[in-house]
């Protein structure tokens, strides 16, 4: 029987080589047929696989005792179960898994399928935690000519879609937070963090702005520009697989695949991107491009905020948690009137999305590449990126202001929790 990572990649290869069927063919007899449909349907399975039969005793499962939503359990059998609607993607279980038996969904071989078959726009959405990741000296421009050659007509930085929401979030808190007891939960940026909000503290869901994620805003975005177009997120982040399943916002990403998967896909094909040439920039500002780190989202509102109100009587004041432990101790301060702060950032990660669990580099690097590249943005926040002006007129909005008042594409609704569980 092979092996689930040789399974994976040889799979994974054929794909590339356009033999799928023939590789399947080849090895009739030896595969394990649930590993080969995880691999080829992985919608139809949780985030979360146990690709070999587990053996451990109740004592010694420590991704059971880790999962903060209680999302993965033994069934009478002893057998591990994931129970889809409570599990976030945090990756705590495959982290803690002494047995090597757990891995995550990887959607690489459905995407590629996809990404060649279709017949209109095909757009990679990358996330703002990725400057350095595939490489120190890789640059944006190189990035977007190798995802072309994978078949891609074009990359957007999500980090332009993170100026729309910062600017939204700012307005929020002009707009809400009226007295020194108000407050605000970002809702921008990590799905753990919204997860833990409304599965532990819901009674804290009043207190979210009703934002799309900037990964939920780019696909609506592309999609409402160009309706054929298929919509692939890729970041650093296993969440982010559960994110654009949630049934209200899942018309806006059509595959969301991993810095991992994505150099997968270059060592097979040959693709280094340092070799190619730069093509055009971005236009995101710095309060955009800074979302990937913890603070970044804190520092961009507070940013904005003072461009929209500079005379605001009651200024932004800020607390972060950066990894689940401290975002559940976090909320719990907030639900025990136990902070003082008026703006709350919590990332499920420990340093923000560049220490999530399928980021290349250490996530202190990650920092460092996310902070230098905001310095070289042309723009310090939103309100002054005409780019992000533009964006909007194109989208349907007249004003900035549009974005409380009448902003469909950029809003959900956090009202109705997926499980309460106990503290």
Request: aromatic letters at 8%.
């Amino acid at each position: 029987m092979k092996r689930f990572e040789d399974l994976y990649h040889e799979l994974l290869r054929s794909t590339i080589e356009n033999r799928q069927d023939e590789y399947i063919g080849s090895i009739a007899d030896d595969f394990d047929t649930h590993q080969l449909d995880c691999l080829l349907h992985p919608k139809k399975h949780p985030l979360i696989w146990c690709t070999e039969s587990c053996d451990c005793t109740d004592h010694d499962r420590h991704c059971v005792k880790v999962c903060p939503f209680h999302a993965i359990y033994p069934d009478e059998s002893g057998k591990l179960q994931i129970n889809e609607e409570a599990c976030a993607g945090c990756s705590y279980c495959i982290q803690e898994c002494r047995a090597n038996k757990l891995t995550s969904s990887k959607d690489v071989i459905p995407a590629l399928q996809a990404i060649r078959s279709h017949e209109g726009l095909v757009y990679a959405l990358i996330a703002p935690a990725f400057i350095g990741q595939f490489s120190s000296d890789i640059t944006p421009g190189m990035l977007r000519n190798a995802f072309k050659m994978i078949g891609f007509h074009g990359m957007l930085e999500v980090a332009l879609f993170a100026d729309i929401l910062t600017l939204k979030e700012a307005l929020e808190f002009d707009r809400n937070i009226q007295t020194e007891d108000d407050f605000i939960l970002t809702s921008c940026c990590c799905p753990v963090w919204i997860s833990l909000i409304k599965n532990i503290h819901n009674d804290l869901v009043p207190h979210v702005p009703p934002s799309v994620s900037p990964m939920i805003a780019s696909g609506r975005a592309v999609k409402i520009m160009y309706p054929d177009a298929l919509t692939v997120f890729i970041g650093p982040c296993l969440a982010k697989k559960a994110e654009a399943r949630d049934k209200d916002i899942a018309d806006a990403i059509d595959y969301v695949l991993t810095f991992e998967e994505v150099v997968d896909i270059f060592k097979i094909m040959a693709i280094n991107p340092a070799d190619l040439e730069n093509s055009e920039k971005d236009h995101s500002s710095r309060a955009g491009r800074i979302y990937a780190h913890s603070g970044g989202v804190s520092e961009a509102v507070k940013l904005t905020l003072e461009r929209i109100n500079p005379q605001r009587n009651i200024t932004l004041h800020t607390q972060k948690a950066d990894g689940v432990k401290a975002c559940r101790e976090l909320i719990s301060d907030i639900s025990n009137h136990e902070t003082s702060a008026n703006f709350y950032e919590g990332m499920g990660c420990k340093g923000g999305c560049v220490g999530g669990p399928k980021a290349i580099i250490p996530h202190e690097e990650g920092r460092r590449n996310v902070e230098e590249y905001g310095k070289l943005a042309t723009y310090p926040t939103p309100i002054d990126n005409p780019y992000v002006i533009e964006l909007l007129n194109r989208l349907g909005f007249e004003t900035t202001m549009s974005l409380v008042n009448e902003s469909d594409i950029f809003t959900r609704s956090f009202n109705k929790p997926m499980s309460i569980l106990k503290p």
